[in-house]
C-alpha cells in the first residue's frame, strides 16, 4: 500500500478511533478524553496536510485522483471500497479537518450544558468520518452511506447540547434530511441499475457515459432536490434556521462550516458529473432558484432580530452564490462554487464561534439587548465585525471571490435570463451587506444595553476563542489575498468535468 493510501485510510480511521477513545472514557476522566479527541483530530488534520497537488488532463474525466484506494466491498453486488482525493474534494477535506479540529480544542475549555464533553468531542469525530467519508467516495453506494453517517450524531448534538428548543429544531433537521436521503437512495437506485456500475469514475467519464437523456433527467431531478435539502436551496430551506440557532456553538460551526458543502459538492461532483445532459436542461431552473435563496436570504435577514438566525438565514444567501456557479455549468461558475464553499465554511464557521461567545457572555442573542458592545467588549466586538464584513463581501476577504465569480460566470453565460440573474445576485450582495452593516450598528454601536454593561469583567477573549479564532481569521486573510489557495488545486479537475458538460 502507498503512503497516499495510507493517508487516505488514516483520514477516515483516526477520527473513527478518537471518537471511541473519548466515548469509552469514564466520566471522571472528561477532561482527557476531550484532549485525546482533540488530539486525534489534530492528527486528522496532519494527514489531510500530507496531500499535494495531482496532475489532470481535460478531456479524459472529471476525476483523475491523487492518491486512490479501490477493493472490492459487495463483490456479488459489483459494490467496491473505493476511495480517492482530487483537486475538487481536497480543499474541502482540508476544511472539515481544520474545523473540527479547532471545534474539538475550543471543547477544552467551553462545554455547554449538561456537560459530558467526551462524548460531544466523540460525536464531532464521528461526524468528521461521515462528512470526510462523502469527499473521498469514488463509489455511489458508498457516497450515500457516508452521506447517512452524520445524520444521527447531528441529531445528538443538537438535541442533548442545544438550546431551549433543541428538541422540535432536532426533530425538524432529521425530517427534511431523511426526506432528502429518500431521494438520494432513490437516485443512486436508478443511475446504478440502469448503468450497471456506481464508480463515479466510469460514470463521470463522457467515453463511457451509458444513460439516455430521459433516465438522465429523471435521476438529476432526484439527486438534485436531494441536494438542494443539504445545501440548502429555497424554498427546502426552512430546517436549517432552527438547528443553527438551537445548536450549540461548536455544532453550528460544524453545520454550517462543512455539513452543508455535502449538499453543494454532491450535486457538483454526483449530480452534474453523472447526468450532465440533464443538468445542462435543468440549469435555468437551479439558476432562479439560486439567485432566490440570495434575495430571500437577504430579505429576512434584514427581519431579524436574534443574532444566531440571523447568521443562519445568511448561510441561505451565500450558498445561494454557490448553487448559482454551478448553475451556469461552466468553468468560472464551477471555481466559484469551490472558493465559495470554503469561504462560507471559513467565514460563517468564525461568525458562529463569535455569535457563541457573545451568547455565552451576555445569556441572550437578541440584538436589541446587545448594544454598546465595542465599549465593554471590544477585542469580541472587533472579530465580529471582521468576520461581518469579511461574510460581506468585501474585496481582500474570503468572502469576495465566491460572490464576484458567481455573478460574472452568470454574465458569461450569456442571454436575457442568465443576464438578469446576474443583475439580481449583485443586489443580493448589496443586501448582505445591509443587514450585516445593520447588526453591527445595532450590536457594536449605541447605548450600552444592561446584558452588555455586565461584560465589562469578560470582554477579553478566552484562551479557547484565541485558539479556535485565530486560525479562522488568518484563512480569512489568506483565501482573501491569494485565492490560487483553493483555486489552484481545483483548475484541472474543473475544466475536466466543464469539458464532461459539453460532449
Given amino acids: 500500500m502507498s503512503t497516499g493510501q495510507t493517508m487516505l485510510l488514516a483520514l477516515l480511521i483516526l477520527p473513527a478511533i478518537g471518537a471511541l477513545f473519548a466515548a469509552a472514557m469514564p466520566a471522571r476522566l472528561d477532561r482527557a478524553a476531550r484532549v485525546g479527541g482533540t488530539a486525534f483530530a489534530a492528527a486528522t488534520f496532519g494527514a489531510a496536510l500530507f496531500f499535494v497537488p495531482g496532475t489532470t488532463t481535460p478531456g479524459t474525466g472529471a476525476i483523475l485522483p491523487w492518491a486512490e484506494i479501490d477493493v472490492p466491498w459487495a463483490p456479488d453486488l459489483s459494490l467496491r471500497f473505493h476511495l480517492g482525493v482530487d483537486g475538487i474534494s481536497y480543499p474541502l477535506v482540508a476544511l472539515t479537518t481544520a474545523l473540527t479540529m479547532l471545534c474539538c480544542a475550543y471543547c477544552l475549555w467551553r462545554v455547554p450544558d449538561p456537560g459530558r464533553g467526551r462524548l460531544l468531542v466523540a460525536l464531532l469525530l464521528v461526524l468528521e468520518v461521515g462528512i470526510i467519508g462523502v469527499f473521498l467516495a469514488l463509489d455511489l453506494v458508498l457516497f450515500f452511506v457516508f452521506f447517512e453517517v ?37 437516485g443512486v437506485f436508478t443511475v446504478v441499475s440502469a448503468t450497471g456500475t456506481a464508480d463515479l469514475v466510469a460514470l463521470t467519464d463522457p467515453a463511457t457515459r451509458p444513460m439516455s437523456s430521459g433516465l438522465q433527467l429523471f435521476a438529476f431531478v432526484l439527486l438534485a432536490v436531494a441536494f438542494a435539502v443539504k445545501s440548502p436551496l429555497w424554498p427546502l430551506h426552512t430546517w436549517l434556521p432552527a438547528a443553527h440557532t438551537e445548536a450549540p456553538t461548536v455544532g453550528s460551526v460544524i453545520l454550517a462550516g462543512v455539513l452543508l458543502k455535502m449538499g453543494t459538492y454532491g450535486l457538483l461532483r454526483v449530480a452534474v458529473g453523472v447526468a450532465p445532459d440533464a443538468a445542462a436542461r435543468s440549469a435555468p431552473v437551479l439558476g432562479i432558484l439560486a439567485t432566490a435563496a440570495i434575495i430571500v436570504g437577504g430579505l429576512v435577514c434584514l427581519a431579524q432580530t436574534e443574532l444566531k438566525r440571523l447568521i443562519a438565514y445568511s448561510s441561505v444567501g451565500h450558498m445561494g452564490f454557490v448553487l448559482l456557479g454551478v448553475a451556469t455549468l461552466t468553468t468560472t461558475g464551477f471555481q466559484a462554487a469551490l472558493i465559495g464553499n470554503i469561504a462560507h465554511g471559513i467565514v460563517t464557521g468564525l461568525l458562529f464561534f463569535v455569535a457563541g461567545g457573545i451568547k455565552d457572555r451576555a445569556h441572550t442573542g437578541e440584538l436589541a439587548q446587545l448594544g454598546g458592545l465595542r465599549e465593554t467588549a471590544p477585542a469580541l466586538s472587533g472579530v465580529l465585525a471582521f468576520a461581518a464584513i469579511a461574510s460581506l463581501g468585501l474585496p481582500g476577504l474570503a468572502g469576495f471571490w465566491g460572490e464576484a465569480f458567481a455573478v460574472f460566470a452568470a454574465f458569461e453565460r450569456g442571454g436575457p435570463l442568465w443576464s438578469t440573474l446576474g443583475v439580481l445576485a449583485a ?75 459539453t460532449r
Fill in 150 to 186: 452524520v445524520l444521527l450524531p447531528m441529531y445528538a448534538v443538537i438535541a442533548v447540547w442545544g438550546g431551549a428548543d433543541r428538541r422540535r429544531a432536532a426533530r425538524k433537521f432529521v425530517l427534511y434530511t431523511l426526506f432528502g436521503s429518500v431521494l438520494l437512495l432513490v
Fill in 427 to 501: 443586489a443580493g450582495a448589496a443586501l448582505a451587506a445591509a443587514y450585516f452593516l445593520r447588526l453591527l450598528r445595532r450590536v457594536t454601536h449605541g447605548a450600552a444595553t444592561p446584558a452588555v454593561t455586565a461584560l465589562t469583567t469578560e470582554g477579553r477573549l478566552r484562551p479557547g476563542e484565541l485558539v479556535a479564532w485565530s486560525p479562522l481569521v488568518l484563512l480569512t486573510l489568506a483565501v482573501g489575498i491569494v485565492p490560487v489557495l483553493v483555486l489552484g488545486y481545483s483548475a484541472d479537475p474543473v475544466a475536466a468535468l466543464a469539458e464532461v458538460i
